[in-house]
C-alpha cells in the first residue's frame, strides 16, 4: 500500500496547557490513516488521523466531572441586546469589559471545563492586556469557538432556516487551533410550529455532519448542535417525536461523513413542553423524555452530552439537569449555558465596576449550581427566595 503523501500529514499539539498557546512548537503527528475500499481497489479514501488522539483528549477533558461549558459566544448584534437591557452601548470597550468579568472569576475552572468564545473574543485581549486565551488556559478551561456564520432563509422550505458557514471553513478552523482554540460550535435550528419540513431536517443534519467533519481535520472536537426550539403550543410528546427525527438524521450524516464519535460533544435541546404550550413537565418528566432519547438515538462512544438551556430559567434549567443526574448515564451529561449562567450575573453588573465582583461571585454561584448537578447533587440551597418563589408558581419542587 502507498503511503500517504506528506503532503496530507498534518502539524498536531498535545492537549497540554503550556502548549494551546499559539506560537508554541509544534509535535509531529503520527501518519494518517489510508483506507482502501475492497470493491474499487483504485479508489483511496483519505482519513487524516492526526489529530485523532488528542481531539479524544480534548472532548473528554470538556466533559470531565462536575464541570460543564460557560456559553459567551454571542454575536457582536447579539452581546449589544445583552448591554442593552443594562443600559450600555453596544461598543467594543463594553463588550471587552463585559468578556473579561465573565473570564476573570476566581475559581471558575474548578466548574467550568470549556468556554464557548465569539471571534471577537478569541482574538480580545481582557482590559488589563493579558490575552482571553491565556486567562482561560491558566483557569484549566479550554477555549472554544463559534464557527458557524448565522441562520438564513430555507429556500423550498415552510419558511424554515438552514445555517451557512462551511465555506471558508476549514483556513477559518485552522487558523482558529493556531490561536488557542481547540473546540468548535455550530448552531442550528429545526422549527416545530413549521413542520419541521423533511428539507430543513436534512440540511440541518448534513450542514452540522460536514462542519464536524471539517472541524475535526482541523483539530476542533466539534459540538453538534441543532437546536429544537422551544416556541410553539405543541406538548412534550411531539418535542420527544421531532427530537428522534432530528437525532437519527444528524448521526447518519455524520457517520456517512467518517466523523469520529469518540471526538465530538452533543448539545441538544432538552425535550419539554412548547413554550406556549398549556402543559407544564416537572424536572423528573423533563429527564425521563430526555434520556429516553438520548438511549435510543445516542451512542455511549460520544463523551459528552452537554444541554443548552433554551430559554429556560436559570434555576430551571439547573433543576432538570440535576434530574437527569439521578441515575447512571452512558455519557457524560452536563451543560453548555449562555443566559441560564449570565443572566443574574449581568444584572448584577449593570456596567458599574464596583459590581464587579458581585456580578462574579452570582456567575460562580450559578456555575457550582450546575456542578452540583451535573453530580445529580443539587438541593437548591442558597437560591435566592425570587428563584424559589419562580419555582413554586411553575409548580416544581426540590
Given at each position: 500500500?502507498?503511503?500517504?503523501?506528506?503532503?496530507?500529514?498534518?502539524?498536531?499539539?498535545?492537549?497540554?496547557?503550556?502548549?494551546?498557546?499559539?506560537?508554541?512548537?509544534?509535535?509531529?503527528?503520527?501518519?494518517?490513516?489510508?483506507?482502501?475500499?475492497?470493491?474499487?481497489?483504485?479508489?483511496?479514501?483519505?482519513?487524516?488521523?492526526?489529530?485523532?488522539?488528542?481531539?479524544?483528549?480534548?472532548?473528554?477533558?470538556?466533559?470531565?466531572?462536575?464541570r460543564?461549558?460557560?456559553?459567551?459566544?454571542?454575536?457582536?448584534?447579539?452581546?449589544g441586546?445583552?448591554?442593552?437591557?443594562?443600559?450600555?452601548?453596544?461598543?467594543?470597550?463594553?463588550?471587552?469589559?463585559?468578556?473579561?468579568?465573565?473570564?476573570?472569576v476566581?475559581?471558575?475552572?474548578?466548574?467550568?471545563?470549556?468556554?464557548?468564545?465569539?471571534?471577537?473574543?478569541?482574538?480580545?485581549?481582557?482590559?488589563?492586556?493579558?490575552?482571553?486565551?491565556?486567562?482561560?488556559?491558566?483557569?484549566?478551561?479550554?477555549?472554544?469557538?463559534?464557527?458557524?456564520k448565522?441562520?438564513?432563509?430555507?429556500?423550498?422550505?415552510?419558511?424554515?432556516?438552514?445555517?451557512?458557514?462551511?465555506?471558508?471553513?476549514?483556513?477559518?478552523?485552522?487558523?482558529y487551533?493556531?490561536?488557542?482554540?481547540?473546540?468548535?460550535?455550530?448552531?442550528?435550528?429545526v422549527?416545530?410550529p413549521?413542520?419541521?419540513?423533511?428539507?430543513?431536517?436534512?440540511?440541518?443534519a448534513?450542514?452540522?455532519?460536514?462542519?464536524?467533519?471539517?472541524s475535526?481535520?482541523?483539530?476542533?472536537?466539534?459540538?453538534?448542535?441543532?437546536?429544537?426550539?422551544?416556541?410553539?403550543e405543541?406538548?412534550?410528546?411531539?418535542?420527544?417525536?421531532?427530537?428522534?427525527?432530528?437525532?437519527?438524521?444528524?448521526?447518519?450524516?455524520?457517520?456517512?461523513?467518517n466523523?469520529?464519535?469518540?471526538?465530538?460533544?452533543?448539545?441538544?435541546?432538552?425535550?419539554?413542553?412548547?413554550?406556549?404550550?398549556?402543559?407544564?413537565?416537572?424536572?423528573?418528566?423533563?429527564?425521563?423524555?430526555?434520556?429516553?432519547?438520548?438511549?435510543?438515538?445516542?451512542?455511549?462512544?460520544?463523551?459528552?452530552?452537554m444541554?443548552?438551556?433554551?430559554?429556560?430559567?436559570?434555576?430551571?434549567a439547573?433543576?432538570?439537569?440535576?434530574?437527569m443526574?439521578?441515575?447512571?448515564?452512558?455519557?457524560?451529561?452536563?451543560?453548555?449555558?449562555?443566559?441560564?449562567?449570565?443572566?443574574?450575573?449581568?444584572?448584577?453588573?449593570?456596567?458599574?465596576?464596583?459590581?464587579?465582583?458581585?456580578?462574579?461571585?452570582?456567575?460562580?454561584?450559578?456555575?457550582?449550581?450546575?456542578?452540583?448537578a451535573?453530580?445529580?447533587?443539587y438541593?437548591?440551597?442558597?437560591?435566592?427566595?425570587?428563584?424559589?418563589?419562580?419555582?413554586f408558581?411553575?409548580?416544581?419542587?426540590?
Amino acid at each position: 500500500m502507498a503511503s500517504a503523501s506528506p503532503s496530507l500529514l498534518k502539524s498536531s499539539l498535545v492537549l497540554d496547557k503550556s502548549e494551546w498557546v499559539k506560537g508554541q512548537s509544534l509535535r509531529q503527528p503520527s501518519a494518517s490513516v489510508v483506507r482502501c475500499s475492497p470493491t474499487n481497489p483504485s479508489a483511496l479514501t483519505i482519513r487524516a488521523g492526526s489529530y485523532a488522539d488528542e481531539l479524544v483528549k480534548t472532548a473528554k477533558t470538556v466533559a470531565s466531572p462536575g464541570r460543564g461549558i460557560l456559553a459567551m459566544d454571542e454575536s457582536n448584534a447579539t452581546c449589544g441586546k445583552r448591554l442593552a437591557s443594562i443600559g450600555l452601548e453596544n461598543t467594543e470597550a463594553n463588550r471587552q469589559a463585559y468578556r473579561t468579568l465573565l473570564v476573570t472569576v476566581p475559581g471558575l475552572g474548578q466548574y467550568i471545563s470549556g468556554a464557548i468564545l465569539f471571534e471577537e473574543t478569541l482574538y480580545q485581549s481582557t482590559i488589563d492586556g493579558r490575552k482571553i486565551v491565556d486567562v482561560l488556559i491558566e483557569q484549566n478551561i479550554v477555549p472554544g469557538i463559534k464557527v458557524d456564520k448565522g441562520l438564513v432563509p430555507l429556500a423550498g422550505s415552510n419558511d424554515e432556516s438552514w445555517c451557512q458557514g462551511l465555506d471558508g471553513l476549514a483556513s477559518r478552523s485552522a487558523a482558529y487551533y493556531q490561536q488557542g482554540a481547540r473546540f468548535a460550535k455550530w448552531r442550528t435550528v429545526v422549527s416545530i410550529p413549521n413542520g419541521p419540513s423533511a428539507l430543513a431536517v436534512k440540511e440541518a443534519a448534513w450542514g452540522l455532519a460536514r462542519y464536524a467533519a471539517i472541524s475535526q481535520d482541523n483539530g476542533l472536537v466539534p459540538i453538534v448542535e441543532p437546536e429544537i426550539l422551544l416556541d410553539g403550543e405543541h406538548n412534550i410528546d411531539r418535542t420527544f417525536e421531532v427530537a428522534q427525527k432530528v437525532w437519527a438524521e444528524v448521526f447518519f450524516y455524520l457517520a456517512e461523513n467518517n466523523v469520529l464519535f469518540e471526538g465530538i460533544l452533543l448539545k441538544p435541546s432538552m425535550v419539554t413542553p412548547g413554550a406556549e404550550s398549556k402543559e407544564k413537565a416537572s424536572p423528573q418528566t423533563v429527564a425521563d423524555y430526555t434520556l429516553k432519547l438520548l438511549h435510543r438515538r445516542i451512542p455511549p462512544a460520544v463523551p459528552g452530552i452537554m444541554f443548552l438551556s433554551g430559554g429556560q430559567s436559570e434555576v430551571e434549567a439547573t433543576l432538570n439537569l440535576n434530574a437527569m443526574n439521578q441515575s447512571p448515564n452512558p455519557w457524560h451529561v452536563s451543560f453548555s449555558y449562555a443566559r441560564a449562567l449570565q443572566n443574574t450575573a449581568l444584572k448584577t453588573w449593570g456596567g458599574r465596576p464596583e459590581n464587579v465582583k458581585a456580578s462574579q461571585d452570582a456567575l460562580l454561584f450559578r456555575a457550582k449550581s450546575n456542578s452540583l448537578a451535573q453530580l445529580g447533587k443539587y438541593t437548591g440551597e442558597g437560591e435566592s427566595e425570587e428563584a424559589k418563589k419562580e419555582l413554586f408558581v411553575k409548580g416544581y419542587s426540590y
